[in-house]
């Protein structure tokens, strides 16, 4: 193996050679999808091999300048396969939601959509925020895309603290982005009145499961984590028909 690398890269043109081929060779195989690839990316290492065998026989500028061929190499590679991989994620349909039922015996809420133009803050309906609320009640928003959703919430008295989202698929009771929701819907809250007070969202957030066009029923759960170190608990609870976002 030693010698075979020592006549292939005993030159400055060589080396040079054997990487663009690599990379050509690269280029086809994604191209036809030839199961040939990983025998490619194992030949390519041998310029890492190449590498320490010309730092032995101390001849540092050609060990160099081969080091930035294979790093050059595997970067290339590197992004080969994340836009690949995007394409892969575009083109597969997410069939998380195709056989899950609505179930038609249980009170399920659409979300009311968003007004848009201004600011986004102001692109909730009047109608809904500006009602009057007598009692504990939660109002889910479509965002500008499936699957984006914002959020109002409103409480009589209560401690500070922090409310947040977690969501469930009703029929399976399965958690929905459960390790991103809680701190993309999170709020901080305080209300030392007895009059019903209104907090809201100003931004989205989102769920992933499922895809545009393949609605499914959502239990949302409004949970509350008091400043004063008291025990997280549950404050309300609505059923949604909502939708994944499209990735």
């Given at each position: 193996?030693?010698?075979?690398?020592?006549?292939?890269?005993?030159?400055?043109?060589?080396?040079?050679?054997?990487?663009?081929?690599?990379?050509?060779?690269?280029?086809?195989?994604?191209?036809?999808?030839?199961?040939?690839?990983?025998?490619?990316?194992?030949?390519?290492?041998?310029?890492?091999?190449?590498?320490?065998?010309?730092?032995?026989?101390?001849?540092?500028?050609?060990?160099?300048?081969?080091?930035?061929?294979?790093?050059?190499?595997?970067?290339?590679?590197?992004?080969?396969?994340?836009?690949?991989?995007?394409?892969?994620?575009?083109?597969?349909?997410?069939?998380?939601?195709?056989?899950?039922?609505?179930?038609?015996?249980?009170?399920?809420?659409?979300?009311?959509?968003?007004?848009?133009?201004?600011?986004?803050?102001?692109?909730?309906?009047?109608?809904?925020?500006?009602r009057v609320v007598t009692k504990t009640e939660f109002q889910l928003y479509n965002?500008?895309?499936?699957?984006?959703?914002?959020?109002?919430?409103?409480?009589?008295?209560?401690?500070?603290?922090?409310?947040?989202?977690?969501?469930?698929?009703?029929?399976?009771?399965?958690?929905?982005?459960?390790?991103?929701?809680?701190?993309?819907?999170?709020?901080?809250?305080?209300?030392?009145?007895?009059?019903?007070?209104?907090?809201?969202?100003?931004?989205?957030?989102?769920?992933?499961?499922?895809?545009?066009?393949?609605?499914?029923?959502?239990?949302?759960?409004?949970?509350?984590?008091?400043?004063?170190?008291?025990?997280?608990?549950?404050?309300?609870?609505?059923?949604?028909?909502?939708?994944?976002?499209?990735?």
């Open positions: 193996m030693i010698k075979y690398l020592s006549f292939f890269f005993n030159s400055w043109s060589k080396p040079i050679l054997f990487w663009i081929t690599s990379i050509v060779l690269l280029i086809l195989c994604y191209v036809f999808e030839n199961p040939i690839f990983e025998n490619i990316c194992f030949i390519i290492f041998g310029l890492l091999i190449s590498v320490f065998f010309q730092l032995s026989k101390k001849e540092w500028l050609k060990s160099i300048v081969t080091a930035f061929l294979f790093g050059g190499t595997v970067f290339f590679l590197f992004i080969i396969y994340l836009v690949t991989a995007f394409f892969i994620e575009q083109d597969t349909p997410d069939t998380w939601a195709d056989h899950l039922t609505i179930p038609k015996n249980i009170q399920i809420d659409n979300p009311v959509d968003m007004e848009f133009g201004g600011r986004l803050e102001d692109m909730k309906p009047d109608s809904i925020t500006n965002s500008f895309q499936p699957g984006l959703y914002e959020y109002d919430f409103w409480v009589g008295k209560i401690e500070s603290g922090k409310i947040y989202l977690k969501a469930f698929e009703i029929t399976h009771n399965e958690a929905l982005s459960d390790d991103r929701l809680a701190r993309s819907s999170s709020l901080y809250i305080y209300n030392p009145t007895d009059s019903i007070m209104k907090f809201g969202t100003s931004d989205h957030f989102t769920i992933y499961e499922g895809d545009w066009g393949k609605p499914y029923a959502g239990r949302f759960e409004v949970w509350f984590k008091p400043d004063n170190g008291k025990k997280e608990r549950k404050l309300f609870s609505k059923n949604y028909k909502i939708e994944g976002w499209m990735r």
